[in-house]
């Protein structure tokens, strides 16, 4: 499998390609920043990293997208950048015919290093172990797309070469740890509920 990880940025968009190795291992295939100039207009920078997208989906040929979940944070001008790259990186693989995933920060982190809680230090170290790098990947943009590639390889549904859960790392059971706190919270702020089916009356 190949995956193409997306940290979703304005100013700078992470990229990174991985391929999936016998043994549960993982092989980087090209790393890189999608930049765009602050001095420009919205719409011209928008412009920018899709057509940067763009390039990369072409030359790379992936199976599946790794979108990093944007969450609301403090800075609205900045979270409000995120979403729209986000949201251009789905579009260019719903193009394409290639499937998304999202992964929230904590399960990256807990994917690739074992804790929800990890810095991005962390992060990049753990990142180039993994794909046996001489030095970690910068900046910590690119670093944050290989590992959202390198998260959904490991995913514990399908992990590198289908496992299953019991042969999980403990990594991996941190990741789904992660990923299932992440849903619980999500569907406790959205007060989402099933509701039961209405009874019929004659």
Known sequence: ?????????????????????PGRRAELVAVGVATSDPGTTPDLRLLRVAERLDAWFDEHVPDVVAVERVFAQHNHGTVMGTAQVAGLAMVAAARRGVPVALHTPSEVKAAVTGSGRAGKE??????????????????????????????HLWRPAGALQGG???????????????????????????????????????
């Open 122 to 151: 962390q992060v990049q170290r753990m990142v180039a172990s993994i794909l046996r790098l001489d030095e970690p990947p910068r900046p910590a943009d690119a670093a944050d797309a290989l590992a959202l590639a390198i998260t």
């Open 164 to 202: 299953d859960r019991h042969e999980l790392t403990p990594a991996q059971r941190a990741w789904a740890a992660a990923e299932h706190d992440a849903r619980s919270r999500s569907g406790y702020r959205t007060g989402v509920r099933e509701r039961p089916p209405a009874r019929r009356t004659r």
């Open 1 to 21: 499998m190949r995956v193409l990880g997306v940290d979703p940025g304005l100013t700078r968009c992470g990229i990174g390609v991985v391929d999936s190795l």
